[in-house]
């Protein structure tokens, strides 16, 4: 084949031509010179010069004389004199080259040796000192010089053709025409490569625009071919793309190369809308891994509508699974797109579990339904969670799209007005079931962690243990499943929370000591917590942990001790200081907690950390209004979710709790279930992040134990 593949760098062709005229010398130190018309060969031949042991000189610029002088100490040296010049006719070093000889090659002329059958003009015939010829010598150096990646032929007139910018086709669907002459020559040598490449839907006839359009349809339809379209279903003109294949698609290895750079402005216009339109609904999804063509993204999109309001949501879980990933590998995780279509496969679950939980068994568990792995209703908050951190990704699309308007009605559908009848169900099914005399008697509650881990925590292995505030259930276990990423051994724990669900109870419950000694009781008008009869505020706290040989820390740095007990409130602060974005804040604090204790456990020399939180929370999508009740008159203490006292009465509002009920009950405590509901407390404003109540979110806890794998 004509051209072919270099299989030499232009040093070891130089090396040869030199080797050729020492060979033919008969002077014991020969001398050689050469000319290089357009000067650019000079690190070429020095390299050559060094893997010959020859002497390289020089001359200065615009001085080829100054030669003579380099030489005068160099005379018993085989010596190779430069000159950056065309020889011109010039005989000035005749006595020179009648010791060894003269060569006169330039960058171009030294190249075309690389390949088979290829002449110098075949490269460049122009004039040898026009700023063109050093564009294309300085591609000959970057290309040729270095072994193991030296191009085709064919590969090299491209990089000619396209001013160092790569093949033409990949260039002309990254860049459209930018950056190449607007001449009739290198449209005509782009358009014979383009028709090298299949592409012989090219005319005679076609422009520039033309060219960039063409191009584009027939890349847009290779990859459609590829994913499954069957060629008889594209037009005539474009039947040869099935010649390409098997193989990539030459426009996937440019997206693939170029995500994040916004080309589905370009590729997300519609190129084949004739044939998608010939596809009927039940095939369109066949090709839905082809990240290409506004027309099959409408079509793509519009089912996925229909289909979700069919609840068709088995088969459309992975199609748009296949979507998102699609369109995430060809444009990048941060496009507009990938994220519109992200959100749809959110959505498309979020209303799957709507679905399996539209009834509710009031047979079932209150643990198993709220926390079971695959199916449980914390599933359902963490989906409605993600969802509003994922955002209105709609508006930052660049191309016209459905979406536009879908998205937003959707969500308020399904992560507004369905969350907020789904967390009502939820309540009153939470209410039939705890106040069932079971509930509280079969499961493990946090009060007994301590007692339940008591070999562990007094083993004298480095431990700590991390008290997190407001970790409510799904935030725990988003943090195991980023741990298990790091690779640490995770075991979880489901536990009922205090109830009432405050951070002070919650607190107290897990520090060191008996059970059976752990009180709320009413002191003084406030309901504390107490054990072995001592109050345990914040210090009581701390003074029972450090007894018990434990260091408080609330920093991260400085762990000295071998037993810590490291707080932090920030999950809650973010909550309940009614923070901007607290669903994203939520979301970024469980990874750092997840970066701390990794840190600890693999670099700070623990054997083992116990994760313990204190209560959980609701978080209502959006601001809404409260029913405000008035407290019973015999409250001692009154909340916004419950209210307690010795002498409290029965309401019509929350479940009471008496001191028959709960085992560290010593009083009568009413919590609120309902979500919607609140006790009338002045100053306290409507928010829609709280706890204290008994709905699962505030008191159903998962504790983890990591260790190194």
């Known amino acids: 084949m004509r051209g072919g593949q270099a299989k030499e760098t232009l040093q070891e062709v130089a090396q040869k031509k030199l080797k050729s005229v020492i060979t033919k010398s008969k002077d014991k130190y020969p001398r050689i010179v050469w000319w290089d018309a357009g000067g650019n060969l000079k690190p070429v031949i020095e390299e050559a010069c060094d893997e010959l042991s020859l002497t390289f000189l020089g001359a200065d610029e615009g001085r080829p004389l100054s030669l003579r002088e380099k030489t005068l100490d160099k005379k018993n040296e085989s010596q190779v004199w430069y000159i950056p010049e065309p020889k011109n006719g010039r005989q000035w070093f005749k006595d020179v080259k009648e010791t060894g000889g003269e060569l006169q090659l330039s960058a171009h002329q030294l190249a075309a040796d690389i390949y088979e059958g290829i002449k110098a003009w075949d490269i460049y015939d122009g004039d040898v000192e026009s700023d063109e010829y050093q564009d294309i010598a300085e591609i000959l150096r970057e290309k040729l010089t270095k072994k193991g ?43 014979e490569k383009l028709i090298e490449r299949g592409l012989e839907l090219i005319s005679d006839e076609d422009k520039f625009e033309d060219v960039v359009e063409k191009a584009r ?17 594209l037009p005539q003109s474009l039947k040869q793309v099935g010649t390409t294949l098997p193989g990539t698609p030459v426009l996937k290895e440019v997206l693939t190369d170029n995500k994040n750079s916004g080309l589905e402005e370009i590729f997300l216009e519609s190129y084949l809308k004739e044939v998608v339109d010939d596809i009927d609904d039940k095939n369109i999804w066949n090709i839905g891994s082809c990240p290409v063509d506004g027309a099959l993204e409408s079509r793509l999109w519009k089912d996925w509508k229909r289909r979700l309001d069919e609840k068709d949501f088995e088969e459309l879980k992975e199609d748009v699974e296949i979507r998102h990933k699609a369109l995430r590998e060809a444009y990048g995780e941060n496009a507009a797109i990938t994220k519109v279509w992200f959100q749809a496969k959110q959505l498309t679950s979020l209303a799957q579990q709507y679905e399996k939980r539209k009834e509710l068994n009031k047979e079932e568990d209150l643990i198993d339904s709220y926390c079971d792995r695959n199916s449980g209703f914390w599933k359902i908050d963490q989906s409605v969670r993600k969802i509003i951190i994922s955002g209105e990704p709609e508006n930052k699309l660049e191309i016209d799209h459905n979406s536009s308007e879908d998205l937003k009605n959707i969500r308020e559908k399904l992560v507004e007005k369905r969350y907020m009848e789904y967390i009502q169900r939820l309540s009153e099914h939470t209410r039939d079931l705890i106040t069932e005399p079971s509930f509280f008697k079969d499961n493990k509650q946090a009060f007994h962690f301590w007692e339940d881990n008591k070999e562990e925590l007094a083993s004298g292995e480095s431990t700590a243990v991390f008290y997190l505030d407001a970790l409510r259930y799904e935030l725990s276990r988003e943090l195991a499943e980023k741990l298990r990423e790091d690779g640490l051994e995770v075991s979880e724990e489901t536990r009922i929370g205090m109830l009432p669900s ?145 002498q409290l009465e029965r309401m019509e509002y929350g479940i009471k709790f008496e001191e028959s009920d709960l085992p560290y009950l010593q009083t009568k405590v009413i919590t609120l279930v309902d979500p919607f509901e609140r006790f009338r407390k002045q100053g306290i404003s409507d928010s829609r992040f709280y706890h204290g109540g008994a709905l699962p979110q505030e008191f159903i806890l998962n504790f983890l134990v990591v260790k190194q794998e």
Do not use: C
């Open 217 to 233: 349809k027939w890349a847009v339809a290779e990859w459609m071919v590829s994913e499954g379209l069957d060629v008889s279903e």
């Open 502 to 646: 405050d951070t002070e109870f919650g607190m107290a419950a897990v520090t060191p000591g008996r059970p059976e000694t752990f009180e709320l009781k009413m002191q003084n008008g406030d309901l504390v917590p107490m054990k072995s009869k001592r109050k345990i505020k914040t210090t009581g706290r701390n003074d029972i942990l450090e007894k018990e040989g434990w260091e408080i820390k609330q920093e991260k740095r400085n762990w000295t001790s071998t037993r810590i007990a490291y707080f932090d409130q920030e999950l809650d602060d973010i909550g309940e200081k009614g923070m901007s974005e607290i669903e994203r804040k939520l979301e970024n604090r469980v990874s750092q907690l997840a970066e701390l204790i990794s840190e600890k456990v693999k670099k700070g020399g623990l054997e083992r950390a116990f994760v313990v939180a204190d209560h959980g929370f609701v978080l209502l999508p959006k601001k809404t209004d409260f029913s405000r009740i008035s407290s019973n008159e015999d409250a001692e203490t009154v909340t916004r979710r419950y209210v307690a006292g010795d």
């Open 149 to 191: 990646y030296l191009p085709t032929f064919q590969d090299l007139q491209s990089e000619i053709i396209t001013q160092g910018k790569g093949r033409p086709l990949e260039h002309i669907l990254k860049n459209g025409w930018d950056q190449f002459k607007d001449d009739s020559d290198t449209l005509k040598k782009i358009k």
